[in-house]
Nanobody, 114 residues
Framework: QGRIVESGGGLVQPGGSLRLACSTS????????LGWYRQTPGNERERVAA???????NYADSVKGRFTISRDNNKKMAWLQMNNLTPEDTAVYYC????????WGQGTQVTVSS
């Protein structure tokens, strides 16, 4: 009966910024690793960022230096700050544990276009 809800996506021009939020309930949050994933049509879902319970982060090379993942263990929430966005970042973004639990939220659409 877990629930994951992503929000904050939208349409943004190249070079713009967006902040995604992830709220969770009904799943164990701490001390598990959390991640942000993205998926485009015809492609596998890929993890772009992860953060441990203690705040250690790692990023895919494609987003390193531009994206920042954060979490609040008390609120059971996570965020993804995305800066200097490019059209290649266009995707549906999801959050989940790493490894993922057996279900996913609906994701939030990020579209980077001029």
């Amino acid at each position: 009966q877990g629930r994951i809800v992503e929000s904050g996506g939208g349409l943004v021009q190249p070079g713009g910024s967006l902040r995604l939020a992830c709220s969770t309930s009904g799943i164990l949050f701490d001390p598990y690793v959390l991640g942000w994933y993205r998926q485009t049509p015809g492609n596998e879902r890929e993890r772009v960022a992860a953060i441990t319970s203690g705040g250690t982060t790692n990023y895919a090379d494609s987003v390193k230096g531009r994206f920042t993942i954060s979490r609040d263990n008390n609120k059971k929430m996570a965020w993804l700050q995305m800066n200097n966005l490019t059209p290649e970042d266009t995707a549906v973004y999801y959050c989940n544990r790493v490894p993922a639990v057996s279900f996913w939220g609906q994701g939030t659409q990020v579209t980077v276009s001029s």
